[in-house]
């Protein structure tokens, strides 16, 4: 086993928490081993004044990483599983993921206390076509501004008034530590969040077996279970970044069930389908698979036509 291990990860506040945090989970394992972080710049970073929906969607964050795993340059990358795409790099494999944090969307603002206090016509900062679709279905008259940038710009942008009130993903919000006066946690249930979101990912080499052996303790089985429904479920919609997609999974009775929920909708989010399916959690794959099958039967391949020809 190497005693040296290079981890692959973006610069950004978030991305190099995620990245630290598995690398002091292996230490703690093996103290004898030596960890150093390779920042790599993403094309997702480097341009920030246009939609990701317009430039090629969340892979932009991952592309650059994942050559230099392949490369060698590098043993493993540390992800946000929601930029992983569902189809990996030839030659790549999704090793370990770690338990999931708060998956929920968060609703934050300098003024109002809840969603439901928008006043009309106020305006929600979001960059994400599925929060955008999600909104717009609860209340067509809010206003959507476009908004990039790491978690940190995003709320300084809220705090000097560019938007009545902005929705984040709340685990990237309480692991960098930081709030808003007014956060409102949006029921997971009902406001569904992006596939993989919350979860942290380790992507590796599928022919690297000693790192393979060496990460699996830190692979969470509930995480893993959940989040490989979610993909799944992604995956069979083959879903791209121009269409509203989200799917929330979670285990019931003791990890024995899993359910998820799903939706595709329109940009504008007037067309708006969803279910929930409901199965043996070792079947999550398979569970995931047949809630696409179920929605695209139910109207979601004509929104998605719709989606791909706007």
Known sequence: MKKKLTIATRGSQLALWQAELVKNRLQALHSD?????????????????????????????????????????????????????????????????????????????????????????ATIGTGSLRRKAQILHRRSDLKIAPLRGNVDTRLRKLEEGEFDAVILASAGVRRLGLSAPHMQTLDPLSFIPAVGQGAIGIEIREDDYDLMELIEPLNHRETQLCVEAERSFLDRLQGDCKTPIAAHAYLIDDGVFLKIHGFVASLDGKNYVRHMLEGGATDSYLIGTRLADFLLMSGAGSILAMNEGR
């Open 33 to 121: 081993l030596e960890i150093v972080l390779d920042i790599v710049k993403t094309q997702g970073d480097l341009i920030l004044d246009q939609p990701l929906h317009e430039i090629g969607g969340k892979g932009l964050f991952i592309k650059e990483i994942e050559e230099h795993v392949l490369s060698g340059k590098a043993d493993l990358a540390v992800h946000s599983i929601k930029d992983m795409q569902t189809e990996l790099e030839t030659g790549l494999i999704l090793g370990a993921c770690l338990e999931r944090e708060d998956p929920s969307d968060l609703f934050l603002s300098f003024k109002y206390p809840t969603f439901e206090d928008l006043p009309q016509g």
